[in-house]
């Protein structure tokens, strides 16, 4: 009860703003996975809660939108981290696998709120133990129709104005690669050109001090090393955070930032049980610093929860009604650490000197063994197998090792907590969080969206990038009309008219060479016939696959 009257009290006081605003979203940090920390700390640290729990404040829904490509459904109500993402960063619904887009043939921008606060003049980072141009970071500061243009991601910060990034993912900042959609050069001298301290271990991050304004720290190629695999040069999240906010905290306009622990899915992804405990303590001492700097400043608002439960965890199997907790702190090392090891092995004897070295089971048997050298069936494969054997022997379970649609956990501090009390949706945090530091979402988005349009697109033989005509068309403020084999496009410009049979066109009634393609009865053609009918100067901006309008 004192919680909540000191943030009734602080919202009061303040007139329901903070100048300050954090952001942690556990991924794939389901109610099991909070019970599951909060068990191995009552019954192996005698330590009675979690920093999170005197904050809680309600559940929030997960689902996404209903998306089709190619008759596919590729997203409904089980989400993914990038269409979670774009709900709590920028208020939006949109489909699986969209960064800050919408949910459109020709999609459209969504500003975030860190962007938001940008234009307001804020500070701004993120923060994360995922490759810093994974989805649930990348939502904040890019848009891109699929998470998986990791490349454009990385290219985009560069002009995102994010003060302050750490994470993993060096390799999208330095890795060649070819087809003109990924940068084909090392982005790290652009960055330290735009004034950013580049920083890859964590005691070259110890060593930065408030007066770098600005800091990109990449902490592995990929994703940071799991709490059980890490060196000491590898920084925890609650380092990574308390660095954040000591440089972002030097602006006296304020910062918004968003902290992620985004391991916890992956493991929650593998099956690996105990590494996954690790993660979310990890993260919830992150959560300490962010909360103990909240209480000290006295004008921050903080708000946690997570983008959606992975691995459908339970904390129970085989209706024996205990938990093994004496043996979740029993492996040495993350499963991920396996892999070659287990793909290495020959026979059940391989496998059971693996299973030894790095847990306390010495009678493994041999259909275990055998168990764990066929695959469990999934693209987990032998660490499917591994894992699966160890969550029995400490009963728990898994429904499989993709995401599930439970609701997730919602804590907060200071004004922002009474805006997300209760039953609410993820997109209620985006827009709580607008509210709370007074910076209009709407606006950004309207920007954004006067810039650049995300169609669908296709490549033909010669290499030439078509456009559906209709919904770009009418993206672009134009008209479409088909009937009889013959299809119109206007604008503001001109008109094209294209025989659908004859794949021949006309502008303005006069012959033109430009390109034809009708693929399931769908006309596409190149970006020029669109810059002709609307009299705009139209670009493809090939690696971030998006139409830049100015």
């Known amino acids: 009860m004192a919680v909540a009257k000191e943030n009734a009290s602080r919202a009061e006081s303040s007139n329901g703003q903070s100048k300050n605003l954090i952001v942690l979203i556990g991924d794939g940090m389901g109610p099991a996975q909070v019970s599951a920390a909060r068990y191995f700390q009552q019954h192996k640290n005698n330590i009675n809660s979690l920093n999170l729990d005197p904050y809680y404040v309600g559940q929030a829904t997960t689902y996404a ?211 996954m405990v690790q993660e979310a303590l990890d993260f919830d001492e992150a959560f300490k610093v962010a909360i103990d700097f909240a209480k000290k400043d006295g004008n921050t608002s903080v708000v946690v929860t997570a983008d959606h439960e992975t691995g459908g965890l339970s904390l ?41 070295d790095n847990t306390w089971i010495t009678d493994l048997t041999n259909e275990e063994a055998q168990y764990i050298l066929d695959g469990d069936g999934s693209s987990y494969k032998r660490e499917g197998g591994y894992n699966a054997v160890i969550s029995k022997r400490l009963l728990v379970g898994w429904s499989g090792h993709g995401h599930s649609a439970v609701d997730v956990g919602v804590w907060a501090y200071g004004p922002i907590a009474d805006k997300v009390k209760g039953q609410i949706d993820n997109t209620r945090i985006a827009t709580a ?25 296709k490549i033909n033989r010669n290499k030439e990038v078509l456009f559906p005509a209709k919904p770009l068309a009418e993206a672009l403020g134009g008209k479409y009309q088909a009937a009889n084999g013959t299809a119109t496009i206007s604008g503001m410009s001109g008109t094209i008219t294209v025989d659908l049979n004859a794949k021949k066109a006309k502008l303005s009634g006069n012959s033109s060479s430009i390109t034809i393609d009708v693929d399931n009865d769908v006309l596409y053609l190149p970006l020029t016939a669109f810059s002709q009918i609307t009299g705009q100067t139209l670009k493809w901006d090939a690696l971030s696959e998006r139409i830049m309008l100015k």
């Open 65 to 275: 939108d209903r998306g089709e490509d190619g008759g596919h459904i590729v997203s409904g109500i089980v989400t993914d981290s990038a269409s979670a993402g774009t709900a709590f960063a920028t208020g939006n619904k949109t489909y699986n696998a969209a960064i800050s887009v919408s949910n459109e043939d020709v999609s459209r921008p969504f500003a975030s709120v860190l962007e938001a606060a940008e234009l307001s003049g804020k500070s701004t980072g993120l923060v994360t133990t995922a490759r810093i141009t994974h989805a649930t970071p990348a939502v904040y500061a890019s848009h891109v129709r699929s998470r998986d243009n990791e490349n454009a991601i990385a290219f985009q910060y560069l002009d995102s104005g994010i003060d302050v990034l750490l994470g993993g993912g060096e390799s999208f900042f330095v890795t060649k690669e070819e087809k003109g959609k990924r940068n084909d050069k090392n982005l790290l001298p652009e960055f330290e050109a735009k004034g950013y301290k580049v920083v890859k271990t964590g005691q070259s991050l110890k060593s930065l001090s408030a007066k770098d304004a600005k800091v990109l720290g990449l902490f592995g190629g990929s994703h940071i090393a799991y709490v059980p695999d890490r060196s000491d040069e590898t920084p925890s999240l609650a380092e990574m955070t308390s660095k954040a906010l000591e440089i972002l905290s030097t602006n006296e306009n304020g910062f918004a930032i968003m902290i992620e622990g985004g391991r916890i899915d992956h493991a929650g992804h593998a099956n690996d049980f105990p590494t």
């Open 433 to 457: 969080s607008a509210e709370v530091l007074g910076v209009d979402l709407k606006k950004a988005t309207a920007d954004l969206q006067s810039k650049y349009l995300y169609p669908k697109f």
């Open 316 to 356: 129970s199997r085989d209706n024996i009604y205990e938990l093994n907790v004496d043996l979740w702190n029993k492996q040495k090392n993350s499963s991920e650490s396996l892999v070659s090891a287990l793909n290495e092995a020959k026979t059940i004897a391989d496998v059971k000197k693996i299973v030894s």
